[in-house]
C-alpha cells in the first residue's frame, strides 16, 4: 500500500507564501510522475503542478503559473509546492498525487495513489 502524506498547509494572509510538502512510502525501480492538485468547497478537485521523474518537466495549471513552484526529492521520496503571493482564491485542500506515467499529466484518472490533503487557507 502506497502512502503519500501531505503537510505543510495552514491559514495565510493573501499575499504570503506557504510551502506544501508531500512524502510518499513509494519503493520502485521505474519513474513516476507527480502531481498537486486542490479542491475549494462545493468544487470539483482540479489540478495545479506536476513534474516528472527528474524534475525536467513541469506543467502548471495557469491559475497558478508564476506563483507556484513544484519540485522533488527522490532521495527523500519527497514533493514540494511553494506557493507565492498567495489569494483568497487559492483557498482548498490541497492533494498530493502519484501516477505511473512517465509523462506530465493532468488529469485525475491518470494518478494512481492519493494523499489524504491539507487544508490551505488564504484570508483576504
Request: aromatic share 12%; hydrophobic share 30%; charged share 15%.
Amino acid at each position: 500500500q502506497v502512502q503519500l502524506v501531505e503537510s505543510g498547509g495552514g491559514l495565510v494572509q493573501a499575499g504570503g507564501s506557504l510551502r506544501l510538502s508531500c512524502a510518499s512510502s513509494l519503493r520502485t525501480f521505474s519513474p513516476y510522475t507527480m502531481g498537486w492538485f486542490r479542491q475549494a468547497p462545493g468544487k470539483e478537485r482540479e489540478f495545479v503542478a506536476t513534474i516528472t521523474w527528474s524534475g525536467g518537466d513541469t506543467y502548471y495549471a495557469d491559475s497558478v503559473k508564476g506563483r507556484f513552484t513544484i519540485s522533488r526529492d527522490n532521495a527523500k521520496n519527497t514533493m514540494y509546492l511553494q506557493m507565492n503571493s498567495l489569494k483568497s482564491e487559492d483557498t482548498g485542500v490541497y492533494y498530493c498525487a502519484v501516477s505511473h506515467r512517465p509523462t506530465a499529466v493532468t488529469r485525475t484518472h491518470d494518478y494512481a495513489y492519493w494523499g489524504q490533503g491539507t487544508q490551505v487557507t488564504v484570508s483576504s
